[in-house]
């Protein structure tokens, strides 16, 4: 079976891979291009684990297929942070204890971030309405809300 040749943007930059037609996108970030930040939970877009955004819109990569995205730009975790200096939001999931385990911190993250894009002020009933995506196991949801809108006041403040 012959393969799909790609060309996309990931965290910035210009990347090229080949796919299998039924390779999800979580696959080929994970397998093929190594960016491992991303996790398996459901497979079936329903934990929120594998959230990227894909062309600035938050979704399950488990959900999309990797010959979909020829030409189009996605962010994961591993784009969060500039070099050595973390993500606001990442420093506030720190400083909240807001992750355990950290198979949901991943997705919790970028689910996160694009909300803050859209929203730099967002209310406690919203951060838990756009998260409501997002399963965590381990730390219940107070402390990971407490930092997001910790990280959205630091935001703000420049």
Known sequence: MAKHHIEATVNGDAIEFLCETEET????????????????????????????????????S?????????????????GMAQGEALHPLQQKFL???????????PGFLVA??????????????????WLAGNLCRCTGYDKIVSAVQDAAATLRKG
């Open 95 to 105: 400083e909240h204890a807001a992750l355990q385990c950290g198979i949901c911190t």
């Open 62 to 78: 488990c959900l999309v297929l990797g010959c979909e995205v020829d030409g189009r730009r996605i962010e994961t975790i591993e």
């Open 112 to 129: 996160s971030k694009a909300l803050l894009e859209r929203d730099p002020d967002p209310s406690e009933t919203e951060i838990r309405y």
């Open 25 to 60: 996108l979580l696959d080929v970030l994970r397998d093929t291009l190594h960016l491992t930040g991303s996790k398996e939970g459901c497979s079936s877009g329903d934990c929120g684990a594998c959230s990227v955004t894909l062309d600035g819109r938050l979704v399950c």
